[in-house]
């Protein structure tokens, strides 16, 4: 594009990025009219990007307030490991992302989950066997078959419109469940499994739970590893899946270029960044609803989505890394999976497939306790409670890292699970076009909202739009 002037493709973090391409004096004085401006260059704006170049719209700019590509997804280099310290895992029925990834030739491989596992309850440890959790009995199948029947009748496309939607959605998941009668054991482990791998609380909203698991293909597709949403993991992680996109269209892509304000009209933008005014034909928005709070819109935005907006919650995030010499806890007979600890919500092995030092990574998922605490507390505190889940060499890492994805300047929080009242009141606007204005990132996904493959696909969405 003769506007920009180019820099080398440089690499920060796993993702490799555009390091800060200039608008040139020429174009300052006679703007060019793109096709497409597309603010966000996370998995959704980067999608939407490579599905309007595939079909030969070439005349677009990407706007990207980091220094870098790829949004909630993000490796850390620890120990010459790329871990990922944001989205990472992929399964079954997440379709557009696989696609995206084999035409990337992008490989992946099985998420270790060999051995026993730890429950800690009661202040003790638990080792239960694969074979153990599946069979524990007919009443949690009969539980996760009676949820998914509930499930299967909302709407994948339109939730507010399930009978009844405003009475659920006014209800917290345990208030919906304590007054449906589901508070037995079975209903109590399913649930609190599935809110934690949504990423969210017992007091999110009892539809956006009903919604999620319908959109996720039902409680066995949230919750599982071996044939679930946590089946698999790419070689490199998911930063492979950035690094490729972002090496075939840097040339379209401009970083540390805040938004601070769009215009729109009935069929122009224009998008100022800093002291520049860019202008398009379209634009799509790949950032959360609380994200786009940012912005100055003019005119203002309709009631609904501007509701939208100031009313969505964001859930922080934090995981953590900690390295060793060996995965040890495989020679015990171990998984690397615990769960139940006060810091350590749980852990998981996180030992990337390509590792030629032979180096063993556990992956934390921290609780808000340990938020927390100072980082030296916090660190002194994930090492007790990891010996007691394996024993004394957990006392010997080589290397530690974490991602609090709460304090990220750009993404206020990790996942969003939404409270009470906001899906029947905004949901609607979710996916509605404004003019030339069209939204994706994974919050405006019908399908695996919150995951990668919910990006890809309102990416898609957002371009196919934008072509009509």
């Known amino acids: 594009m003769t506007h920009l002037t180019r820099r080398r493709f440089m690499s920060l973090s796993a993702a490799s990025v555009i390091a800060g391409p200039h608008i040139s004096a020429h174009a300052r004085n006679n703007p060019e009219m793109f096709d497409t401006i597309i603010i966000g260059a996370g998995l959704s704006g980067l999608s939407a990007a490579h599905r309007l170049i595939e079909r ?34 992929v399964g079954p029925g997440q379709t557009r992302l696989l696609a995206l990834a084999d035409t990337l030739n992008i490989e992946r491989y099985p998420t270790f989950m060999t051995g026993k596992s730890i429950i800690r309850w009661m202040r003790r440890n638990h080792v239960i066997s694969k074979e153990e959790t599946f069979a524990q009995s007919t009443a949690l199948r009969t539980a996760i078959a009676q949820l998914d029947r509930i499930a299967a009748t909302v709407p994948l496309s339109s939730p507010w419109n ?92 401009r970083v540390d270029a805040p938004v601070t304000s769009i215009r729109y009209g009935s069929d122009t933008v224009t998008v100022n960044v800093e002291d520049l005014a860019l202008q398009a034909r379209k634009c799509i928005i790949a950032l959360s609803p609380l994200d786009m709070q940012r912005i100055e819109f003019t005119p203002g935005l309709p009631l609904d989505r501007r509701g939208l907006n100031q009313n969505w919650r964001m859930e922080p995030g934090f995981k953590a890394h900690i390295i060793y010499k060996t995965p040890f806890w495989r020679s015990g007979g171990l998984s690397g999976l615990a769960v139940g600890h006060k810091h350590i919500e749980a852990s998981l092995d996180n030992t990337p497939a390509l590792n030629t030092e032979g180096y063993g990574a556990l992956l934390l998922f921290l609780s808000k306790k340990a938020a927390d605490l100072s980082p030296g507390q916090r660190y ?19 290397g530690f890292s974490e991602m609090n994805w709460a304090n990220d300047p750009w993404s206020g929080g990790c996942t969003s699970p939404l409270p009470p009242g906001i899906l029947t009141q905004y949901g609607p606007a979710l996916f509605k076009n404004i003019g030339p204005l069209h939204f994706a990132g994974t919050e405006a996904a019908t399908a695996w909202r919150g995951y990668m493959e919910g990006a890809v696909r309102a990416g898609e969405r957002a371009a196919d739009e934008t072509q009509s």
């Open 380 to 398: 002194k505190s994930i090492l007790k409670e990891l010996k007691s889940f394996f024993g004394k060499e957990a006392m010997s890492p080589i």
């Open 162 to 253: 399930y009978p009844g939607a405003k009475k659920i959605d006014d209800l917290s998941v345990a208030a919906w469940a304590k007054q449906s009668g589901y508070t037995g054991p079975p209903y109590q482990e399913l649930l609190t499994e599935t809110i934690d791998a949504l990423g969210g609380s017992p007091a999110m909203s009892a539809l956006d739970y009903l919604w999620s698991v319908r959109a996720c293909g039902g409680h066995d597709s949230i919750n599982r590893f071996e044939g679930g949403a946590q089946d698999s993991r790419f070689i490199g992680g998911p930063s492979a899946i950035i690094e490729m996109m972002g090496a075939r269209m840097y040339d379209h892509i």
């Open 56 to 89: 030969g719209v070439t005349n677009i700019l990407i706007l990207e307030a980091r220094d870098r590509l790829g949004g909630r997804i993000y490796s850390q280099q620890v120990e010459g490991l790329s871990l990922e310290a944001g989205a990472q895992w």
